[in-house]
């Protein structure tokens, strides 16, 4: 199966990413698709502007006091599988983990049950002089679980033993950083933003194939790519294959991200994801 992914940003509308070998003979050109959203309108919150205490002599540093467990069981009866998730994250002055974002991920449901137990999880913050401060961390998760398939087809996804997380300070972290708010507004968007020394876009950083069943086709998404790097479709612009569509359709939802950043403050984007599949 050969296989290519590309991705555009409203403002861009930009190549980032192939994946899979070339074919040998030139490319088609590529169909003019309608510019996702139709409309670009930058609406982003103010941030929360912070100090970052990482390395600071005398800092004690932060401890996870509460981690929700999701629900444990040994028996399997649906398919095995294991992982580990890397994200990036600040323990605020309240001890709320802020700015989680994927680092390194594997592109399937592990990746959603992680980012869901740290944004879960509380601290007991880090401490100067007596008084609570923020530092960046980083976390690796690591998960056994068992997805078992659903009657409707959904899955779901079980612990087969308890989770390990191992927690690590930020090297070469910034003084300062702009914390996202919690939640982020409904409305918020990064579509009119330029790339530039305040604004990088989102980047893919983990995706995964799916069995085509010997089928081919193209097609093209309206995405939202949200502040913690989950790309979530809001619209198909292009299918050539109605019978590959779902799975084209969650070979995009699986893919995960860097989000944008705003002044190092992680922000919601729209994309347009293509994806061209060939047995």
């Given at each position: 199966?050969?296989?290519?992914?590309?991705?555009?940003?409203?403002?861009?509308?930009?190549?980032?990413?192939?994946?899979?070998?070339?074919?040998?003979?030139?490319?088609?050109?590529?169909?003019?698709?309608?510019?996702?959203?139709?409309?670009?309108?930058?609406?982003?919150p103010?941030?929360?502007?912070?100090?970052?205490?990482?390395?600071?002599?005398?800092?004690?540093?932060?401890?996870?006091?509460?981690?929700?467990?999701?629900?444990?069981?040994?028996?399997?009866?649906?398919?095995?599988?294991?992982?580990?998730?890397?994200?990036?994250?600040?323990?605020?002055?309240?001890?709320?983990?802020?700015?989680?974002?994927?680092?390194?991920?594997?592109?399937?449901?592990?990746?959603?049950?992680?980012?869901?137990?740290?944004?879960?999880?509380?601290?007991?913050?880090?401490?100067l002089?007596?008084s609570?401060?923020?530092?960046?961390?980083?976390?690796?998760?690591?998960?056994?679980?068992c997805?078992?398939?659903?009657?409707?087809?959904?899955g779901?996804?079980?612990?087969?033993?308890?989770?390990?997380?191992?927690?690590?300070?930020?090297?070469?972290?910034?003084?300062?950083?702009?914390?996202?708010?919690?939640?982020?507004?409904?409305?918020?968007?990064a579509?009119?933003e330029?790339i530039?020394?305040?604004?990088?876009?989102?980047k893919?950083?983990?995706?995964?194939s799916l069995?085509?069943?010997?089928?081919?086709?193209?097609?093209?998404?309206?995405?939202?790519?949200?502040?913690?790097?989950?790309?979530?479709?809001?619209?198909?612009?292009?299918?050539?294959?109605?019978?590959?569509?779902p799975?084209?359709?969650?070979?995009?939802?699986?893919?995960?991200?860097t989000?944008?950043?705003?002044?190092?403050?992680?922000?919601?984007?729209?994309?347009?994801?293509?994806?061209?599949?060939?047995?």
């Open positions: 199966m050969r296989l290519r992914l590309r991705h555009l940003n409203c403002a861009l509308a930009a190549v980032i990413i192939a994946i899979a070998a070339s074919a040998q003979k030139p490319p088609a050109a590529t169909p003019q698709l309608p510019r996702y959203p139709e409309t670009r309108v930058s609406n982003l103010q941030p929360q502007h912070i100090r970052l205490y990482n390395g600071a002599s005398g800092l004690v540093e932060p401890v996870l006091i509460t981690s929700e467990t999701p629900s444990l069981s040994s028996v399997c009866k649906g398919t095995k599988d294991s992982g580990s998730v890397t994200l990036s994250f600040i323990v605020d002055d309240n001890g709320l983990p802020r700015n989680v974002v994927f680092k390194q991920a594997l592109a399937n449901q592990i990746d959603l049950l992680a980012l869901q137990i740290l944004l879960d999880s509380r601290f007991q913050p880090a401490l002089n007596g609570p401060v923020s530092v960046g961390r980083d976390v690796a998760i690591r998960l056994q679980v997805i078992e398939e659903s009657p409707d087809g959904t779901k996804i079980r612990l087969r033993s308890p989770k390990t997380e191992k927690f690590n300070d930020w090297r070469h972290a910034p003084a300062e950083a702009n914390l996202a708010p919690v939640p982020m507004p409904a409305d918020a968007l579509d009119g330029n530039g020394p305040d604004f990088s876009d989102a893919d950083i983990a995706h995964k069995d085509p069943h010997g089928m081919s086709g193209n097609f093209a998404f309206g995405v939202l790519v949200d502040e913690h790097g989950l790309g979530h479709i809001e619209k198909v612009l292009q299918s050539t294959n109605p019978k590959l569509l799975i084209a359709a969650m070979m995009i939802q699986n893919v995960r991200h989000p944008a950043m705003k002044d190092g403050m992680p922000v919601p984007l729209h994309l347009t994801e293509r994806l061209e599949i060939n047995p």
